[in-house]
T-cell receptor, first 110, second 116 residues
Framework: GEDVEQSLFLSVREGDSSVINCTYTDSSSTYLYWYKQEPGAGLQLLTYIFSNMDMKQDQRLTVLLNKKDKHLSLRIADTQTGDSAIYFCAETDQGGKLIFGQGTELSVKP | DTAVSQTPKYLVTQMGNDKSIKCEQNLGHDTMYWYKQDSKKFLKIMFSYNNKELIINETVPNRFSPKSPDKAHLNLHINSLELGDSAVYFC???????????????FGSGTQLSVL
């Protein structure tokens, strides 16, 4: 079945870049997504990439997609303490249903 | 105005009780969902409704019964609560989901259910 995997934790210092990685299995996913969950809140869509793109940049966020290796990454430049959250990678299965990874908890130390 | 609102935010109850969680969205979306997030933060879809009709029903015990009185509301009723039901339950909504379209979900802030 479809599977999305991420590492569970990442710790960085304020001002550094953060890179969160994800691997997925369903190559039919037209879009791939990054959602952010702050403590005590629901998930919010952070950014997404169309599957025929290699890269998408949105201010401090850069999404890289390697479709051959089924690898997605999210780079956050100049990471701030407000970026501390759980980041979920997601793909859609053949029925259009979102499949989430288990989330990467990003901790930003001052 | 909150786009997707769910109540209550916290729910503490005894095993065996019956409880409901309500969800409303004011985005005009056709599709609504219930997700369960366990203690390890793993997020799994439970149900999806499109315009009041059930379209996704994952392997969920039949003690869980969703009800959609109209397309802006999707409530979740749970009978005979068990310890393992303790989790955070998220409601979400999106435009009509078609394969290959951009599935942007809007989530509520969650209901933390604790079964004692």
């Amino acid at each position: 079945g479809e599977d999305v995997e991420q590492s569970l934790f990442l710790s960085v210092r304020e001002g550094d870049s953060s890179v969160i990685n994800c691997t997925y299995t369903d190559s039919s996913s037209t879009y791939l997504y990054w959602y952010k969950q702050e403590p005590g809140a629901g998930l919010q869509l952070l950014t997404y990439i169309f599957s025929n793109m290699d890269m998408k940049q949105d201010q401090r966020l850069t999404v890289l997609l390697n479709k051959k290796d089924k690898h997605l990454s999210l780079r956050i430049a100049d990471t701030q303490t407000g970026d501390s959250a759980i980041y979920f990678c997601a793909e859609t299965d053949q029925g259009g249903k979102l499949i989430f990874g288990q989330g990467t908890e990003l901790s930003v130390k001052p | 105005d909150t786009a997707v609102s769910q109540t209550p935010k916290y729910l503490v109850t005894q095993m065996g009780n019956d409880k409901s969680i309500k969800c409303e969205q004011n985005l005009g979306h056709d599709t609504m969902y219930w997700y369960k997030q366990d203690s390890k933060k793993f997020l799994k879809i439970m149900f999806s409704y499109n315009n009041k009709e059930l379209i996704i029903n994952e392997t969920v015990p039949n003690r869980f019964s969703p009800k959609s009185p109209d397309k802006a509301h999707l409530n979740l009723h749970i009978n005979s609560l068990e310890l393992g039901d303790s989790a955070v339950y998220f409601c979400a909504s999106s435009q009509l989901a078609k394969q290959g379209t951009n599935e942007k979900l809007f989530f509520g802030s969650g209901t933390q259910l604790s079964v004692l």
